[in-house]
């Protein structure tokens, strides 16, 4: 097998694998282990179906919770929130999913990721079931903490599995990776809806409802994803070499971070910003009703469920890393209109919309490319497939992590201008990265085929 491509037998369309992933695996172990994930494809269907269901239920009761838990200290402080404050407890769930992932997933790895898909939610619903029992800011934090980490414990373990069972094809691949960047939005739109609906209602008794979501999705895990045996996994210095030596995982996940950061500021005080008592020349603070906001939210995340659509037919064909770096832009349109909208009559707003609208749609292809791109970096490794994968999860929640801290400085410099500025600089940011990116892929695949030709 050559490093820059993976034949697959039938006349299937080639994947493309980056160059520069080490490869130690010997030929008797990779055929176990091809056996193990042909066994799994032969249920692809039910397999896939459970994992992305579970993917959704958990980002419905993640994201739901994170925004009741922002109205629930907004109305702590009489809807005067310090930005600050709203961004660590944001901030919370995210670090722990961070930094608890890499170690979840090769232990998923290594002793088998049926148990991890199935416990990962549960410790998720108890973390849960702890914010409806805090009093304080300081004891939200603390309970989603607990929370990330049942988040680190499904999340990188249903990608690895995913992987697995799209092994040996680019348009199997690229449907799942826009199917699971499809359930993770939709499950941000369920969350968003049930956080700013459940919450006025229900108020902390909307913290059990959304324990129960977890409990589901451990549920679905336990019933439809068949029992995953426990892999013979490369050695420790191999993973890490992987991801942090030479090649194209290390070299792109800073702009994966980036990206991330990006949508993690905006997930972690849009709704707060929306809510805030009004602001002279900040349209957007507006002290809009809560209903209203999850409307907004949901809409937003319906259009880049629209744009993964759009997006999956060119990722099909196309190679990630140019998708992604075709999609970025599109983070620079809605930045414009967001601006504008701040800064006209809440009467005008609307003619500003459409640009939204398309921004949305073009940046929609960015999250399914990064998917399938991390994917494809698996294929040489394929027993820490989960390892690799937590990498997602790393930038996600690292990312996410960032971007919520510093949106809440940001805000607190410039309100909703600031939230804006930073968007800028980070997905400009991610666009210089990415072209880096490319270039030390093309000359990795140059070197590659050089070798050859002399070999």
């Known amino acids: 097998m050559s490093e820059g491509d993976q034949s697959v037998a039938g006349g299937v369309e080639t994947l493309k694998v980056p160059p520069g992933v080490p490869d ?12 193990l994930e042909e066994e799994l494809r032969k249920h692809r269907p039910a397999a896939l179906t459970a994992l992305l269901t579970s993917t959704g239920l958990l980002r419905v009761a993640s994201v739901g919770t994170a925004v009741a838990v922002q109205l629930d200290v907004s109305a702590f402080s009489g809807d005067r929130p310090s930005g600050v404050a709203i961004g660590l407890v944001g901030a919370s769930q995210a670090i722990t999913e961070m930094l608890f992932a890499p170690f979840m997933a090769r232990l998923a790895d290594r002793y088998g990721r049926s148990r991890f898909l199935v416990g990962g939610p549960v410790i998720g619903a108890v973390g849960v079931l702890l914010v409806a029992l805090a009093t304080n800011a300081a004891h939200v934090a603390g309970s989603r903490l607990i929370e990330g980490i049942g988040a680190a ?93 030479p090649g194209p995982m290390r070299s792109f996940m800073p702009a994966w971070i980036a990206c991330f950061a990006l949508l993690g500021a905006f997930v972690a005080h849009l709704p707060a910003l929306l809510r805030h008592e009004p602001v002279p020349g900040q349209t957007l603070m507006h002290h809009f009703d809560a209903r209203f906001i999850g409307v907004v939210l949901v809409t937003w995340v319906v259009l880049f469920l629209v744009g993964i659509l759009l997006w999956t037919p060119y990722l099909s064909r196309g190679r990630p890393l140019a998708i992604m770096r075709r999609a970025v832009p599109g983070a620079w349109l809605i930045i414009a209109a967001l601006v504008v909208i701040n800064h006209v009559p809440l009467a005008a707003a609307p003619a500003a919309l459409p640009f939204l609208a398309a921004g949305v749609l073009w940046l929609a292809g960015f999250g399914p490319a990064a998917v399938a791109y991390l994917a494809d970096c698996t294929e040489q490794l394929m027993a820490d497939r989960a390892a690799l994968m937590s990498f997602y999860t790393v930038a996600l929640a690292g990312g996410g992590a960032i971007g919520a801290v510093l949106g809440g400085v940001a805000i607190r410099w410039l309100h909703a201008d600031g939230l804006f500025l930073l968007g800028l600089l980070l997905s400009a940011l991610a666009f210089g990265l990415l072209a880096v990116v490319a270039r030390r892929e093309g000359e990795a695949g140059g070197r590659s085929a050089a070798v050859a030709l002399a070999g």
């Open 153 to 245: 414990a499904f999340v990188p373990v249903a990608l690895g599995t995913i992987a697995a069972a799209t092994s040996g094809s680019q348009p199997i691949r690229a449907r799942a990776s826009g199917a699971f960047e499809g359930a993770t939005l939709a499950g941000y739109a369920g969350g968003f809806a049930l956080g700013t609906f459940l919450w006025p209602s229900l108020h902390r008794v909307s913290f059990l409802v959304l324990a129960g979501l977890y409990l589901c999705a451990s549920l679905i895990c336990a019933v439809w994803v068949r029992n995953l045996r426990p892999m013979h996994v490369s050695p420790l210095r191999t993973v890490l070499r992987a991801v942090l030596g």
């Open 24 to 35: 130690e695996a010997h030929d008797g172990q990779r055929e176990w282990i091809a056996g």
